[in-house]
């Protein structure tokens, strides 16, 4: 058996070696290493790939969200709602554009925010919204926040960092990808995710004509017209190189989430009976969830025990997230009590996630369940 990996790029790499060569060499041969032809490809492949009418590619998905607040004209002050349980990318932006992070609880079957604390904490001032589409699922409660946003006149930036190729259905009927339900939605090709570069890269999906025009400002310090400087921007490029990258494993991104689904499901089965386990929750016929992390819950069982019982037999976890972000030194603030967050602070002491990539053997999800089995019953 192959060594098990949390995430296996050079596995997926060599099964696509020969494409992403010759892709680089192309590159090399224009040297157009910036805004050239192969990050204008990638960029409309991808927005036929999502359905949306506007994809810009930045430099990362911390700049994408950045840029998307920068985008929507925010100003000082404006609240901005968003998990308490997540990567701390989602609150830093709010926080670096001096805009007020209010962290709020989340769902305990999908980890994403809870509509009903959304609700609870629209002031006046608030602005927005971003809900994070974590761990890969389609953050369940979408419908009602959209339904909550228009009412009350707030934009709804979804991050989609971990969510790409994911499915969100209406109650009609409808579906659409995540990431163009809101006003604008932003993603990260961080190499570890679904859809990875080879270094860093990100983009913003919009279907707004005028806010697309906007953000392709932004990205470009602000310039539409050489030294012509017509907003504050920043500069959020994504090279050719990463373009020319992602333009190749775009074509297999379906592929690669089915696989990640695939082995999803045998985690589930082998996993769902055990009394102490809850796997992860998932809507319907599971487009709505494309596995970025297969986070599970244990019950009444001392979780860093396990970590380190399975590390003893070379099987590497992870925990996202240890620490929620309210109790993070950078974004603690009084008006927040640990009672307003008894969901998060629940799921940062049982989650904990398996190895899940492409590559992923049933031989070793069976050494996987079999030894993470054997260590919550120890």
């Known amino acids: 058996m192959e060594p098990i990996r949390m995430v296996d790029l050079k596995g997926q790499y ?12 192309e590159v090399l041969q224009s040297t157009a290493f910036i805004n050239g032809p192969a990050v204008q490809r990638f960029q409309h492949h991808l927005e036929n790939y999502l359905d949306v009418k506007h994809v810009i590619p930045c430099a990362n998905g911390t700049d994408a969200l950045q840029v998307a607040l920068m985008g929507l004209g925010l100003q000082p002050g404006d609240e901005v709602i968003t998990a308490d349980f ?17 962290l709020v609880d989340i769902d305990p079957k999908t980890f994403n925010i809870a509509v009903d604390a959304v609700a609870r904490a629209i002031t006046p001032k608030t602005k927005a919204i971003i809900p994070v589409h974590l761990f890969g699922q389609a953050a369940a409660p979408m419908e009602a926040l959209l339904q909550l946003a228009e009412e009350h006149k707030i934009f709804v930036v979804e991050d989609n960092a971990q969510g790409i190729g994911a499915t969100y259905t209406f109650s009609d009927g409808r579906k659409q990808k995540t990431g163009t339900l809101g006003h604008v939605g932003t993603t990260s090709f961080f190499p570890s995710k679904n859809l990875g570069a080879y270094g860093d890269g990100g983009a913003l999906f919009t279907n707004d004509d005028d806010l697309a025009h906007t953000l392709r400002g932004i990205v470009n310090h602000g310039m539409y017209q050489r030294y012509h400087h017509d907003v504050v921007g920043v500069n959020s490029r994504l090279d050719a190189m990463q373009a020319a990258i992602l333009d190749v494993k775009l074509s297999y991104l379906d592929s690669y989430n089915e696989a990640r689904k695939a082995a999803a499901l045998q985690y589930n089965a082998r996993l769902s009976g055990h009394q102490k386990i809850i796997t992860p929750f998932r809507e319907g016929d599971c487009d709505s969830h494309v596995y970025h992390q297969y986070t599970l819950r244990l019950l009444d069982t001392d979780r860093d025990a396990v970590v380190k019982k399975m590390g003893e037999k070379n099987i590497p ?5 240890p620490i929620p972000l309210h109790a993070q030194k950078a974004y603690k603030d009084p008006r927040y009590r640990p009672e307003d967050f008894p969901v998060t602070l629940q799921m940062t002491k049982e989650v904990i996630s398996l190895p899940m990539h492409t590559e992923l053997s049933t031989a070793q999800i069976d050494y996987i369940c079999t030894h993470l089995m054997d260590a919550i019953n120890s």
Do not use: M
């Open 86 to 102: 997540t990567f701390a990318a989602t609150a830093e932006v709010i926080a670096l554009l001096g805009l007020t992070p209010v």
């Open 14 to 25: 060599e099964k696509i070696d020969n494409q992403v060569q010759k892709a680089l060499q």
């Open 317 to 321: 976890t992870g925990v996202y997230y």
